[in-house]
Every structure is written in C-alpha cells, then in structure tokens.
Nanobody
Framework: VQLQASGGGLVQAGGSLRLSCAASGRTFSSYAMGWFRQAPGKEREFVAA????????VYADSVKDRFTISRDNAKNTMYLQMNSLKLEDTATYYC?????????????????WGQGTQVTVSS
C-alpha cells in the first residue's frame, strides 16, 4: 500500500487542522493505521491509531481529548482531526499502515509510511 499524507500547515495555538492520509490499492481495509509525529531533534512518537474497521482507536495521552482519528474505507482515506492545538504539537506528521486488524503504538510495527506533512503551531 502507498500512503500520501496531506493537510498540514501553519495554525495559531488553539486552532484546528485536519490531516488526511490517502492510500492506494483496493485492500485499505486490510490494514490497521496510525499517525506518528517527529519534531526536530526528537524521536518519532506515537499519536493515534485505528483498527481496520475503525471500531477501535487509541491515543497518546498528550493528544487525548483534542485529536480524533477516523477512517473511511470506501474512500481509502484516514483522517486526524486536531483541535485545541498547542505549540508542542509542532512536528512532521506521518501516517503509517500495518497489515492486519489491530493497531500498534510502536512505529517499528508499521511497514508502510507516507511522506509526512508539516504542522506548525504558532503563538
């Protein structure tokens, strides 16, 4: 599967953005999906993940209650709605896929990656 992330940009603190991850191929629903982010000088960190059906999700504590992950298998697309953005959310955001029903929160568990989209939150 090939992934294309989009939707990043510059936003003021407290604002919102919606990221999208479009997948190629006809087997998108065979993959659990996740979002990760990496800020300069920091390690890649888990943000959120979703099961292949969309029925189960998990979030990092730092984004819980602010971010919402979802997917539309008919459109081969995953989303990350980000609200109440903070300065510390500034990073390059990557979408990732792993074959199978269930997600993982460790980036090494994902075999397929999008190219990343930059999110910058300003004060």
């Amino acid at each position: 599967v090939q992934l294309q992330a989009s939707g990043g940009g510059l936003v003021q603190a407290g604002g919102s953005l919606r990221l999208s991850c479009a997948a190629s191929g006809r087997t998108f629903s065979s993959y659990a999906m996740g979002w990760f982010r990496q800020a300069p000088g920091k390690e890649r960190e888990f943000v959120a993940a979703i099961s292949w059906s969309g029925g189960s999700t998990v979030y990092a504590d730092s984004v819980k209650d602010r971010f919402t992950i979802s997917r539309d298998n008919a459109k081969n697309t995953m989303y990350l709605q980000m609200n109440s953005l903070k300065l510390e959310d500034t990073a390059t955001y990557y979408c990732a896929a792993r074959r199978g029903a269930w997600y993982a929160i460790t980036w090494t568990e994902y075999a397929y990656w999008g190219q990343g989209t930059q999110v910058t939150v300003s004060s």
